[in-house]
């Protein structure tokens, strides 16, 4: 059974930059789009972007392009996001997620225990 | 872009009640809908995706159903464990090629 491991709480300076990470444990992430999904505090879920393996590219939410870098190294099994120019809105807990695609049809199965960055001067 | 609306965002539910969340999707989805548990402090939790098929494990008094641009999520006989934020979500395979969620309902027990 796979397993998705993220790094521990971070805290930050506004305007920093934080990078978190996401290991794969018990499987890969091959073939898989990993995702970054977010959720500030009392707040629902919002996805920041994530690879799209189908069409070999990373693709974000308008909301995080320019700010957000979603990578994936196969060979480590462990997917990170680094966002920068961190403002304490980005106060929240970051999830990685693993989405299974077929056709049109997109679901996350597996999801990272998460990760709270606070942004605090 | 496509938006989701949940209704309502909360309820109150006694152990025992049949309890139905509505997700309304801007545009026809077709079935292309999913939905999540989530637990207060805890990652969320997919239970059915595909609009109805049952992910593994998920126990049956949860269901869901509809097409197009409305969608119902159904428990049928509320448990204590239940108590949790509800969301739908869609991924749309269109570019940008975007994963949405709805705002959540919220369960309480009442």
């Known amino acids: 059974q796979v397993q998705l491991v993220q790094s521990g709480a971070e805290v930050k300076k506004p305007g920093s930059s934080v990078k978190v990470s996401c290991k794969a444990s018990?499987?890969?992430?091959?073939?898989?789009?990993i995702s970054w999904v977010r959720q500030a505090p009392g707040q629902g879920l919002e996805w920041m972007g994530g690879?799209?393996?189908?069409?070999?590219?990373?693709h974000y939410a308008q909301k995080f392009q320019g700010r957000v870098t979603i990578v994936v190294d196969d060979s480590a099994n462990t997917a990170y996001m680094e966002m920068s120019s961190l403002r304490s809105d980005d106060t929240a807990v970051y999830y990685c997620?693993?989405?299974?695609?077929?056709?049109?049809?997109?679901?996350?199965?597996?999801w990272g225990q998460g990760t709270l960055v606070s942004v605090s001067s | 872009d496509i938006q989701m609306t949940q209704s309502p965002s909360s309820l109150s539910a006694s152990v025992g009640d049949r309890v139905t969340i509505t997700c309304q999707a801007s545009q026809d989805i077709s079935n292309y809908l999913n939905w999540y548990q989530q637990k207060p402090g805890k990652a969320p939790k997919l239970l059915i995706y595909?609009?109805?098929t049952l992910q593994k494990g998920v126990p049956s008094r949860f269901s869901g159903g509809g097409s197009g641009t409305d969608f119902t999520f159904t428990i049928s006989s509320l448990q204590p464990e239940d108590i949790a934020t509800y969301y739908c979500q869609h991924y749309d395979n269109l570019p940008p090629r975007e994963f949405t969620f709805g705002p959540g309902t919220r369960v309480e027990m009442k």
């Open positions: 595909d609009a109805s």
């Open positions: 997620a693993r989405g299974y695609l077929l056709g049109e049809s997109g679901y996350f199965d597996i």
């Open positions: 018990g499987g890969t992430f091959s073939n898989y789009a």
């Open positions: 690879l799209i393996p189908n069409f070999g590219s990373t």
